[in-house]
């Protein structure tokens, strides 16, 4: 299949591939989605062939109109209309009970889905001319890092997929915000661009999924299926180092000086050049953690592509966007992180 590379003139023609059953990558405001129509499971059951996804993973349905919430959502909590009303079109994904008209094929046969409103212009305008809801996962071959540019797009997917949209760069960076409401307290499955200091301001308690700061083992029972597969993964190991700037660069200089091999740092803008040897790609300042969230995806394809032996990072703190940030790491490092003081 030759993949075509769509503008934002071509929202029609990007409407009527999905109208028959294809799939097109669209710019969202996060990161860029693999969409198709959220209910034709067949185009849906493409969308895990062509990234190579497992069957259990659920994916996400976007909507461009509060009214298709009646559509996948066979109740709307109070708690969610709250966070509609303010973080709504944007970067969160609220997990509801599902309507039994959503394919077992979207939800991975869960009885809940998970469902966002876009904040992107072009998304929305896609899912509005497509007349339907859009399941959406990240556009990234599984288990590699999400694509934040339509090029990152074609890298992984071309020839697997019938177009890209090209819409720029995702300004966000970050995949969304997952919350479930569907038990007694809302719970924080991922981290993303709408931050936990946000949505406790909302709800009051917010419970943070243990698998957002640590690895959960094969055999635990997972609140969100995707959270327990390696992800963000270049080839070469990758280690998370967190603390503040100077101590995360002090010990990776010492570590990167006794490392074989070709060493990727994967650092602060203020720290470029301080690491000997090792190759550095800057991912942002240490004081702007939303730009460390907008370009680490594109600093962990960089690693990737200079053919690193071996990975380090300077993590972030857990607060604000920088939990998510925190989160993508050691995720990317299978959760090998060295906490300094
Ligand atoms: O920003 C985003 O959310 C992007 C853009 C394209 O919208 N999409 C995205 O989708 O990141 P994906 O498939 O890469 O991640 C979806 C996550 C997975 O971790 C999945 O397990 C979880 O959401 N998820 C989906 N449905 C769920 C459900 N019913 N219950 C719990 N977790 C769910
Ligand atoms: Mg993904």
Redesign the pocket.
């Known amino acids: 299949m030759n993949t075509k590379l769509l503008t934002t003139e071509d929202i029609a023609e990007a409407a009527a591939i999905l109208q028959r059953g294809g799939l097109v990558a669209i710019p969202?405001e996060?990161?860029?989605?693999?969409a198709a129509d959220a209910f034709n499971s067949q185009a849906v059951a493409s969308i895990f062939a062509a990234k190579g996804?497992p069957q259990d993973?659920?994916?996400?349905v976007?909507i461009s109109d509060l009214s298709q919430l009646a559509d996948l959502a066979e109740t709307v909590p109070p708690a969610a209309m709250l966070l509609a009303e303010r973080f709504w079109p944007g970067?969160l994904?609220m997990?509801l009970p599902?309507k039994a008209s959503v394919s077992d094929t979207v939800?991975?046969g869960?009885d809940?889905?998970?469902i966002?409103f876009?904040a992107h212009p072009v998304a929305r305008a896609v899912i509005a001319a497509a007349q339907t809801p859009l399941a959406?996962?990240?556009?990234n071959l599984s288990g590699s890092p999400?694509p934040t540019t339509a090029q990152h797009v074609m890298n992984d997917l071309a020839g697997r997929i019938e177009a890209v949209l090209d819409g720029g760069a995702s300004d966000v960076g970050?995949?969304?915000t997952?919350l479930?409401l569907?038990g007694e307290k809302p719970v924080l499955?991922?981290p993303?661009g709408v931050t936990y200091e946000q949505l406790t301001e909302v709800l009051g308690e917010v419970i943070i999924d243990k698998a957002v700061r640590q690895q959960i083992d094969d055999t635990e029972r997972v609140?969100?299926?995707?959270?327990k597969y390696r992800h963000y993964a270049p080839k070469a190991p990758v280690q998370a180092i967190c603390g503040s700037g100077d101590a995360t660069a002090a010990y990776i200089r010492s570590a990167a000086a006794q490392t074989e091999g070709r060493v990727c740092v994967i650092c602060y803008d203020e720290a470029v050049g301080t690491f000997g040897e090792a190759e550095c790609i800057a991912y942002g300042s240490e004081a702007d953690p939303a730009a460390l969230a907008h370009n680490l995806f594109d600093a962990l394809r960089r690693a990737d592509e200079a053919d690193a032996d071996r990975i380090f990072v300077q993590c972030p703190s857990d607060d604000g966007i920088g939990l998510a940030v925190a989160n993508r790491i050691k995720k990317a490092a299978g959760f090998d992180v060295v906490m300094l003081g």
């Open positions: 969202t996060t990161v860029y989605g693999l996804r993973n659920p994916l996400i976007h970067p994904t997990v599902r939800t991975a869960l809940s889905v998970a966002r876009p959406a996962p990240s556009a999400s970050l995949e969304s997952v479930a569907t499955l991922r993303g609140s969100s299926p995707g959270m």
